[in-house]
């Protein structure tokens, strides 16, 4: 029996990830039904690559991600495998409409599921909650986010793209120096810019939508199938991507109406979905996860105890809950800390040398040779009191 | 210091005026008289500071002044400048190339192209445009579904590998620390490489989710193991390696495929847009320091695509 571990369900597909989908899409195409189910586990820790999808052939066997799947199941089932009957020149188009689907299409998804504040908090966080346990459901949803601002950086939207956000959204990440906040609050639109700024981001978004479905709908034309044949892995990727554009409800609904803009695509994704989302062989939800979320409890707790604290930080390395951006903030902080103790030792070395070569302080004291001498030593000291005290505060801030 | 005691001494009158309706601290006019205000005269504009130009300049990624000894322009070590110094070559436009780096470029990426007749600055997404109106491209249907999608293979598989090999395997202390770092600092050096790997890794984690942990976390002797193929683990992860360089070979594949046994791809009586797009990186995976490496072997043994890449190059002129 196969069992394919997957995001999900929720937005009312099976599963909340693209990939996740095409996988559910190719299995149904390509496995007999009573071969294989679907474990709703939304628990990537339980996959050997820490992502989902993932094909468990037996106790100790996987593949992950998507074309190891596939690959993996042509040789289970080589007479049904859609790939390999495709002419050289579609088999090629297949490749390249794949990495087309999956590069833009990603992008788009993380901007209309995880950026946008308003989905993200109506609608995907709630999703998320609702499949991951206590406590992961906490920060999973966020740590996703940020792994898709990240991914959208190139284009400009890497804060926010509503302008009516809340408060709470402007969390300032951790190691923020003054400058780079004085940059993200320029960047960040003011409210008094919100209708012109709505505006743009809107006109924008939904000119990207029209480029990426663009081609595919001049390409699918009255086709049943992307490349005009017979169903082919893309058809299953592009299903994974469009469906998810299509059904969720969304507050911030521009990736639907972008999809509304072009009827054949429309029509293909509902028809598509409609035959082969409508009688999935669901199997258990897999918890397996107890041992384990009780094993992040006792790390954390771990973590946090003073003194064993660090001797259990090398095994952070294989603890899946400490995320990486975490961890790099974490970096950042004793970065920032080690570079502001730098500035003002610096800048408190700095001053007393310029003192002492300039002069200044002889100057305003004058008179006998000996007492100058005393009471630029004083002031000197006296000056290094009070940069001190600076050292202190500074440290305190952080 | 005889220039400022000078200053020193003219800026005590000035100040006396001002007593007038502002009375000065003694000793904050001491401290003040300490730092007179020197205007120097203006500065002649630097050497490489572009004026009275014939030609467009193309700023570009390139090695030393971008000349050989013989004083032919050298090809671009960057895929993306190369694919438009060869575009410009293939549209009949004459231009000089100026050695450069991202932080002259007004958009923060190379290359970026400045017009002869006003001085406009072109950034890369504006070339084509420019080009269009001042040269002679060939023509191309770069709005078609095929070209589209066959383009995005470029830009994610044939990059990622480019990637991959170039920052984060030895390659990258053989060949990219020198084309990337002009410095003789060797701290300096060691943190922009540091940085640069850095950038990379995370630039590859974001496109390869299944990769991401393994990417992020490894250390860099892991990826660095790149010779040796790694096979598919009991368990079912495969190494970055592993998958960047499968997807790499069935992208070349794909091209392979599309080519068949035109001269030009998509059939074009003359090379265009597209072939300097693969010919960016297709003519740097075979380059020297390269070669040795699993991602020259791999379009070493591309046939179809060598003789187009010799074809390309005659076009061009290179």
Redesign the interface.
């Given at each position: 029996m196969l069992e394919l571990h997957i995001w999900g369900p929720g937005f009312g597909l099976p599963s909340i990830d693209p990939q996740c989908l095409a996988a559910i899409a190719y299995m149904i195409l390509t496995v007999p039904k009573e071969d294989w189910k679907i474990v709703p586990s939304s628990n990537p820790q339980l996959?050997?690559?820490?992502?989902l999808p993932?094909l468990r052939t037996s106790s100790?066997?996987?593949?992950?991600?998507l074309?190891?799947i596939i690959s993996h199941l042509r040789q289970l089932y080589p007479s049904s495998d859609l790939d390999s009957f495709l002419p050289?020149?579609d088999?090629?188009?297949n490749?390249?409409?794949t990495?087309?689907i999956?590069?833009?299409g990603q992008e788009l998804l993380d901007l209309s599921l995880y950026v946008s504040h308003k989905n993200f908090s109506s609608v995907t966080r709630p999703v998320f909650s609702s499949l991951l346990g206590w406590p992961v459901c906490y920060y999973h949803p966020l740590s996703a986010r940020n792994?898709a601002r990240?991914?959208v950086r190139h284009l400009g939207f890497s804060s926010s793209i509503d302008i009516t956000k809340k408060a709470e959204d402007v969390m300032a990440p951790l190691g923020e120096t003054p400058g780079e906040r004085a940059a993200r609050e320029a960047a960040d639109p003011k409210p008094r810019n919100n209708a012109l700024g709505e505006l743009a981001v809107g006109i924008k978004l939904s000119a990207m939508m029209n480029d990426f479905l663009?081609?595919?709908e001049?390409?699918l034309g009255e086709h049943r199938s992307l490349l005009g044949g017979q169903t082919a892995s893309v058809d299953c990727v592009m299903l994974g991507y469009l469906a998810l554009m299509l059904v969720p409800e969304m507050p911030k609904a521009w990736a639907k109406e972008g999809l509304d803009r072009h009827p054949n695509l429309k029509a293909w994704t509902e028809e598509f979905i409609g035959r082969v989302f409508a009688d999935l062989p669901m199997g258990e939800v897999e918890r397996g996860d107890v041992a384990w979320l009780g094993g992040v409890v006792y790390r954390n707790f771990i973590d946090n105890l003073p003194v064993i604290g660090k001797k259990e930080k090398v095994k952070n390395?294989e603890d899946p809950m400490l995320d990486?951006s975490r961890k790099r903030a974490e970096a950042l902080q004793r970065k920032e800390w080690w570079k502001s103790v730098l500035f003002i030792t610096g800048g408190v070395v700095g001053m007393i040398t310029y003192i002492a070569w300039?002069g200044?302080i002889r100057?305003?004291t004058g008179g006998e040779e000996g007492g100058e001498e005393e009471e630029g030593e004083e002031g000197e000291a006296e000056g290094e009191e009070v940069e001190e005290i600076e050292v202190d505060d500074d440290e305190h801030d952080e | 210091m005889a220039t400022l005691e000078k200053q020193h001494s003219q800026s005590g009158p000035a100040q006396s005026q001002s007593k007038s309706w502002l009375p000065i601290p003694e000793?904050v006019k001491?401290?003040f008289d300490?730092f007179p205000v020197v205007t120097y005269p203006a500065q002649q504009l630097p050497a490489g500071c572009p004026r009275n130009e014939k030609l467009p300049t193309l700023w570009i990624f390139t090695k030393g002044d971008g000349l050989d000894a013989n004083g032919r322009e050298l090809m671009s070590f960057n895929p993306s400048c190369l694919k438009w110094q060869t575009y410009l070559r293939l549209s009949s436009l004459p231009y000089r190339a100026v050695p450069s780096s991202n932080h002259s470029s007004p958009s923060g990426a190379l290359p970026f192209l400045i017009a002869p007749e006003n001085s406009e600055t072109i950034p890369s997404n504006k070339l084509m445009q420019w080009i269009k109106k001042h040269g002679n491209p060939p023509e191309e249907d770069l709005?078609?579904?095929?070209i589209?999608?066959?383009l995005?293979?470029v830009?994610?598989?044939l990059r990622d590998a480019w990637l991959y090999t170039l920052y984060l395997t030895p390659v990258f202390w053989s060949l990219t620390q020198d084309l990337y770092t002009s410095t003789s600092s060797s701290l300096a050096r060691l943190y922009l490489s540091h940085e640069l790997q850095q950038a990379a890794r995370?630039e590859l984690a974001?496109?390869r989710?299944?990769l991401?942990?393994?990417l992020?976390?490894a250390p860099l002797s892991y990826t660095a193991s790149y010779s040796s193929s790694i096979a598919?683990?009991?368990?079912?992860?495969?190494s970055p390696a592993e998958?960047i360089y499968a997807d790499l070979e069935?992208?070349l594949?794909?091209?392979e495929?599309?080519l068949g046994d035109d001269n030009w791809f998509h059939g074009a009586d003359r090379p265009g847009y597209f072939d300097a797009a693969v010919f960016g990186y297709v003519e740097l995976m075979g380059m020297e320091g390269l070669r040795e490496t699993r991602l020259g072997e791999v379009v070493a043994g591309c046939r179809g695509l060598q003789r187009w890449r010799e074809g390309v190059r005659g076009r061009a002129g290179w």
């Open positions: 996959a050997p690559s820490q992502s993932a100790t066997l996987w593949s992950c991600g074309p190891n050289p020149r088999a090629a188009l490749t390249a409409f990495s087309y999956t590069s833009r792994a990240e991914r663009g081609p595919l001049k390409q390395e990486a300039s200044i100057i305003q | 000793p001491k401290l300490s709005e078609d579904p095929e589209k999608a066959l995005a293979l830009e994610t598989k995370q974001n496109t989710p299944l991401a942990h393994s992020l976390t598919p683990s009991a368990t079912g992860a495969t998958e069935s992208a594949q794909a091209l495929t599309i």
